[in-house]
């Protein structure tokens, strides 16, 4: 048995209105750390609420521990969530603020001390028990926020976009303590972000949302290298994959994708599943790193098309090449050629068979 259950969990706002989330079904573990990822107005907000009970739902079911919360009142259900506008009390100090859902429950004073200050450990913040908010930087602020998120000890921790109102740098230094804090509490959190960097960096699984559904559930490895949908595999990498409109031909007993300007022979594994698409166009994808070039007139394996480089930028550890295929523009990263000059002519090639090819009607990856 899961221990978190959404059950063609819906959402309208009105009677007729669309609906915001529709039938999502996910099944989260004891000890997960779960993001939502999604472009903003996906629904990712509208989720957690709705399990966090400040939201009620349309259709459907949320489970925890196998039995329904929708009857529970917020308070009731065991959930904690903080949010991206970190609202702590001016008037209060740190220790207060983070004492005062334990005096809600009218917890005992010498275990409110004890815990405060175990939650205020956890989020290194023992040092400032004493200031008011005031006295802090937004750092310092949003930690205050999660201790006082932990130390109800919640089933399940709601954190929504709670890095984003920080600057960039402390950001990422505050995602490895949120992982950190996670590991030590053995909490089962869902995080929500449209930020994919902060997703991959976090997460045991990214629920990728687009539109109010689920795109996919999986691991970032799983999501970035095997993306189910070509949303997936547009809104996950950066620079985001490229895509080519195609269609499969059959020539000589082999299936090309023949694009305007470019005729590709498709790699052997993916055979199969593209016959039925025969006389038909489809998407094909090649995320940037596995666009490969030749400066020498190479046509081997994965041949694609001769280009013109037009830009290159730099990265430091790589480069990334910007080219146009029919006037499209094409992004290369690239490891081997980084002193590349633009107006280079270069061949162009698919590297190891990785290019994806999504069905135009479901936009779901074929394979
Ligand atoms: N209280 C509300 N009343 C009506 N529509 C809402 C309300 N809250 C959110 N929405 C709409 O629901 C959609 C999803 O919003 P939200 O869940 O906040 O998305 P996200 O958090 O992914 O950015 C958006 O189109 C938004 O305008
Ligand atoms: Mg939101």
Same mark, same amino acid.
């Given at each position: 048995?899961?221990?978190?259950?959404?059950?063609?969990?819906?959402?309208?706002?009105?009677?007729?209105?669309?609906?915001?989330?529709?039938?999502?079904?996910?099944?989260?573990?004891?000890?997960?750390?779960?993001?939502?990822?999604?472009?903003?107005?996906?629904?990712?907000?509208?989720?957690?609420?709705?399990?966090?009970?400040?939201?009620?739902?349309?259709?459907?079911?949320?489970?925890?521990?196998?039995?329904?919360?929708?009857?529970?009142?917020?308070?009731?259900?065991?959930?904690?969530?903080?949010?991206?506008?970190?609202?702590?009390?001016?008037?209060?100090?740190?220790?207060?603020?983070?004492?005062?859902? =334990?005096?809600?429950?009218?917890?005992?004073?010498?275990?409110? &001390?004890? #815990? @405060?200050?175990?939650?205020? *450990?956890?989020?290194? %913040?023992?040092?400032?028990?004493?200031?008011?908010?005031?006295?802090?930087?937004?750092?310092?602020?949003?930690?205050?926020?999660?201790?006082?998120?932990?130390?109800?000890?919640?089933?399940?921790? =709601?954190?929504?976009?709670?890095?984003?109102?920080?600057?960039? &740098?402390? #950001? @990422?230094?505050?995602?490895? *303590?949120?992982?950190? %804090?996670?590991?030590?509490?053995?909490?089962?959190?869902?995080?929500?972000?449209?930020?994919?960097?902060?997703?991959?960096?976090?997460?045991?699984?990214?629920?990728?949302?687009?539109?109010?559904?689920?795109?996919?559930?999986?691991?970032?490895?799983?999501?970035?290298?095997?993306?189910?949908?070509?949303?997936?595999?547009?809104?996950?990498?950066?620079?985001?994959?490229?895509?080519?409109?195609?269609?499969?031909?059959?020539?000589?007993?082999?299936?090309?994708?023949?694009?305007?300007?470019?005729?590709?022979?498709?790699?052997?594994?993916?055979?199969?599943?593209?016959?039925?698409?025969?006389?038909?166009?489809?998407?094909?994808?090649?995320?940037?790193?596995?666009?490969?070039?030749?400066?020498?007139?190479?046509?081997?394996?994965?041949?694609?098309?001769?280009?013109?480089?037009?830009?290159?930028?730099?990265?430091?550890?790589?480069?990334?090449?910007?080219?146009?295929?029919?006037?499209?523009?094409?992004?290369?990263?690239?490891?081997?050629?980084?002193?590349?000059?633009?107006?280079?002519?270069?061949?162009?090639?698919?590297?190891?068979?990785?290019?994806?090819?999504?069905?135009?009607?479901?936009?779901?990856?074929?394979?």
């Amino acid at each position: 048995m899961s221990y978190l259950v959404l059950k063609d969990l819906e959402k309208r706002y009105s009677k007729a209105g669309a609906l915001i989330v529709n039938k999502m079904n996910l099944s989260i573990e004891k000890g997960e750390f779960i993001v939502f990822l999604g472009p903003s107005g996906c629904g990712k907000t509208t989720t957690i609420r709705m399990i966090s009970g400040l939201e009620e739902v349309s259709g459907g079911d949320i489970l925890i521990e196998g039995e329904s919360i929708l009857n529970k009142k917020p308070r009731d259900r065991g959930v904690s969530m903080i949010f991206q506008s970190y609202a702590v009390w001016p008037h209060m100090t740190v220790f207060e603020n983070i004492a005062y859902p =334990l005096k809600l429950q009218k917890v005992p004073k010498d275990e409110i &001390k004890k #815990r @405060v200050y175990a939650a205020a *450990e956890a989020a290194d %913040i023992t040092a400032l028990l004493d200031r008011y908010p005031a006295q802090m930087s937004g750092g310092q602020r949003q930690r205050v926020a999660v201790a006082r998120a932990i130390v109800v000890k919640p089933k399940i921790f =709601l954190m929504d976009e709670p890095l984003s109102n920080l600057d960039a &740098k402390l #950001r @990422v230094s505050m995602r490895t *303590e949120l992982k950190n %804090i996670h590991n030590n509490e053995k909490s089962t959190s869902i995080f929500v972000t449209h930020d994919q960097s902060e997703a991959m960096s976090l997460a045991d699984r990214i629920v990728v949302m687009n539109k109010g559904i689920i795109e996919q559930i999986g691991t970032p490895m799983e999501v970035y290298h095997d993306s189910a949908t070509k949303f997936v595999a547009s809104f996950i990498g950066t620079p985001p994959t490229n895509f080519f409109d195609v269609k499969i031909e059959l020539g000589d007993g082999q299936l090309n994708a023949v694009g305007d300007g470019f005729r590709y022979k498709v790699q052997e594994e993916l055979r199969e599943a593209l016959r039925p698409y025969i006389n038909k166009n489809v998407d094909m994808g090649v995320r940037p790193e596995f666009i490969g070039l030749s400066v020498d007139g190479n046509k081997g394996p994965g041949f694609l098309c001769e280009a013109t480089i037009d830009f290159v930028e730099p990265q430091g550890t790589h480069s990334i090449l910007i080219t146009r295929v029919a006037g499209e523009e094409v992004k290369i990263m690239t490891t081997n050629h980084m002193e590349i000059k633009p107006n280079t002519v270069v061949n162009l090639h698919v590297k190891d068979g990785k290019a994806m090819f999504f069905d135009k009607e479901t936009t779901k990856r074929i394979k």
